[in-house]
């Protein structure tokens, strides 16, 4: 497009009044700022505004800034939340990241330390202490009933004799 065409004029004379526009805007904000006193009374005005403007929004938070008890209660209630989430996200990330961090130890620990150095884990030692247990009482069991058959035939053994003594005794 060329500058020097008519459509190339008019539209240049309509950016340059778009820009003296802006600049016209901004320069009775500045007007109006001065005219406030100073930049910060200017902004506390404004700021003033936005929340009148959001509590108007929001009037249940326009009820809690009039009653401070009620405020104090929540703003507790809500710290009492926040502190129990981060302590939740804590100890899942400590749970987390924990075995990960020591996944190389144990692997070192496990290349280089024989099998029999190696402590077993104890939910696995007492498992083989049951089973151990458990072998033994099947031997006592065992080695009990040995123990009757004997005792039963020595009774056998003695009562014969003694029956043998008596049927002795009766013919003499």
């Not at 696995?124 to 247990?133: A, F, I, K, P, Y």
């Amino acid at each position: 497009m060329n500058p020097l065409t008519p459509t190339g004029i008019s539209e240049r004379i309509q950016q340059i009044e778009g820009t003296l526009s802006s600049v016209g805007e901004k320069m009775k904000e500045t007007a109006t700022l001065h005219k406030a006193g100073s930049l910060g009374d200017a902004l506390t005005a404004s700021v003033q505004n936005s929340v009148r403007s959001w509590i108007d929004v929001h009037p249940i938070f326009a009820w809690i800034l009039l009653h401070p008890l009620w405020s104090m209660g929540i703003a507790i209630l809500v710290l009492w939340i926040a502190f129990s989430l981060l302590t939740v996200l804590v100890d899942a990330t400590v749970q987390l990241i924990s075995p990960i961090l020591k996944l190389p130890l144990t692997g070192f620990k496990r290349l280089l330390l024989p099998r029999r150095f190696v402590k077993a884990d104890s939910s696995q030692r007492l498992m083989e202490v049951l089973d151990r247990l458990e072998a033994l009482r099947q031997e006592q069991d065992g080695l009990l009933k040995q123990v009757r058959t004997m005792l039963a035939s020595e009774l056998n053994v003695k009562e014969k004799s003694v029956s043998a003594d008596q049927t002795l005794s009766s013919k003499r």
